[in-house]
């Protein structure tokens, strides 16, 4: 079903032709910029050490004890920037009389952070411009200052709206080229959603555009510690409308680790998309015991924490096997106190780790895969992709989903779920499970209940601009 076109809220503002230039006075920055140095340093080592943004910026804000104002300017600036790379760089490479890839990297970080306080904040031109060339000025001299200034001054003579008119391919004959360009989208991973929707209208524009919002902070009650309305009236967050376990927190309600349920071990953070699709597993009948479960790709330890408090509900024990040590680490610290056993090996040779054939009841593989449906989480993710990950991904996700249909016992159910809508890692590779090894495809919706837009099955692929969720997969085989 068509959903209503959404859009992310952007500022507007009034334009001027060109900026004023840079002058002293009480109106133009300070020199001394925290918020902008902290948003500059966390594009310049996404791009020179592939560090993950949403992980590095809030450890720089508590280094450099930014607070308020000044973070929230940091995140905007440095999310912002980092989502919007490709867009920023169209813009750019219109405004400089040199290839974009001889610019120096230092310099093009800092281009971007200008850029895009021009195109998508409401911070005035003459701000933008200014404070950028005091970061350069600072760190690499008045000849480098001089060429962003004259860089920046001819971003600022269009509208984000006109560089998009100007810039991005024609609706009429590349529609989908089109929505990639004005919703910061590579144009593959404009394809992928496309394809998975099977539509290129204004599903998919919103769609796309859902990556670009800032996702709320989703909060899963531990079964039988608490309860998700006790947890919302402990962190003033609401009921999640479709996961048993969820409370959605309001924006802008700080550091979830601080609150006392998720310091208490009551609570943890984790998408309702991924809950839901952890409790689906539990969901399905099967005749007999019911007391053996398997998480196949554990780490970090999210699913395998509320699978295992489900099992110490109705007594029985949850084997979890990852793979990296220090991310197994991180599983035996999430499910410390629930009666959770952690293998470190590989997924795809069980026997190695002692798991025999035809041992489990459920078994869950939440495989690796391109991470295409956490796009506005981690907002360098959809540039550091690409089309030829996705060969080596799919062996992989079809390796251990065979495993895990080897694992489960006649009459047990598997799950397999990825974070992602790309059809090669999702129908394709159930598809070709079933066909080899004869599993039942289970109507996955049934699992999912009351929630809507769910199609006609018999999986279940969630979307952000549909349920709030994290675009997750989820497919329910019965051996």
């Known amino acids: 079903m068509t959903q209503p076109r959404r859009r992310p809220a952007r500022f507007s503002r009034p334009r001027t032709p060109h900026p004023p230039k840079p002058k002293g006075g009480p109106g133009r920055p300070p020199v001394d910029d925290p918020a902008r140095q902290a948003a500059l340093d966390t594009l310049r080592e996404v791009r020179a050490r592939d560090a993950y943004a949403n992980l590095l910026l809030p450890q720089i804000l508590r280094e450099r004890r930014?607070?308020?104002?000044?973070?929230?300017?940091?995140?905007?600036?440095?999310?912002?920037?980092c989502?919007?790379?490709?867009?920023?760089?169209?813009?750019?490479?219109?405004?400089?009389?040199?290839?974009?890839a001889k610019v120096e990297p230092a310099l093009l970080d800092v281009l971007r952070l200008g850029c895009y306080q021009l195109l998508r904040t409401r911070i005035p031109p003459h701000a933008a411009v200014a404070s950028t060339v005091d970061l350069v000025r600072a760190g690499h001299g008045t000849r480098s200052s001089g060429f962003v200034n004259a860089v920046l001054r001819k971003v600022s003579e269009r509208s984000e709206e006109e560089w998009l008119d100007k810039l991005a391919p024609d609706p009429d004959k590349d529609r989908i080229g089109n929505l990639a360009m004005r919703e910061a989208h590579p144009r593959w991973v404009a394809r992928v959603f496309a394809d998975s929707l099977g539509t290129t209208g204004d599903e998919l524009e919103s769609a796309l555009a859902a990556d670009n919002e800032r996702p709320a902070v989703h909060l899963v009650a531990r079964p039988g510690?608490?309860?998700?309305?006790?947890?919302a009236a402990m962190t003033g967050g609401e009921v999640a409308p479709y996961?048993?376990?969820?409370?959605?927190?309001?924006?802008?309600?700080?550091?979830?680790?601080?609150?006392?349920?998720?310091?208490?071990?009551?609570?943890?953070?984790?998408?309702?998309g991924s809950q839901l699709c952890a409790v689906a597993l539990s969901r399905p009948e099967i005749d007999g015991e019911d007391t053996r479960w398997l998480d196949l790709c554990a780490g970090p330890g999210g699913k395998s924490a509320l699978l295992g408090a489900l099992l110490a509900i109705q007594g029985g024990r949850l084997d979890a096997v990852e793979k990296a040590p220090h991310r197994a680490r991180l599983v035996e610290q999430s499910t410390a106190g629930l009666p959770i056993v952690v293998h470190v090996g590989d997924g795809r040779s069980p026997a190695a780790l002692g798991l025999g054939s035809g041992t489990f009841d459920r078994v869950l593989v939440d495989a690796p895969c391109t991470g295409l449906g956490s796009l506005r989480r981690r907002p360098e993710s959809r540039w550091r992709r690409q089309p030829s990950d996705v060969g080596e991904l799919t062996k992989l996700q079809r390796e251990l989903l065979l495993a895990a249909v080897d694992l489960v016992r006649p009459g047990g159910v598997v799950g397999y779920v990825v974070c992602s809508p790309h059809l090669s890692e999702t129908v394709a590779i159930v598809a070709d499970v079933v066909r080899r090894t004869g599993v039942t495809a289970l109507d996955t919706r049934e699992s999912f209940p009351e929630m809507p837009f769910l199609g006609d099955g018999p999986y279940v692929q969630l979307w952000p601009h549909r349920h709030g969720t994290d675009a997750m997969f989820c497919a329910l085989l019965r051996k």
């Open 66 to 81: 930014i607070t308020g104002r000044d973070a929230a300017l940091a995140t905007e600036l440095a999310y912002g920037a």
């Open 83 to 100: 989502r919007c790379i490709g867009l920023l760089d169209e813009v750019l490479d219109a405004c400089t009389d040199r290839p974009l």
């Open 225 to 231: 510690e608490i309860t998700a309305e006790e947890l």
């Open 243 to 272: 996961s048993p376990y969820g409370v959605r927190l309001a924006a802008g309600a700080g550091d979830p680790a601080g609150l006392d349920p998720v310091r208490e071990r009551l609570a943890s953070v984790q998408d309702e």
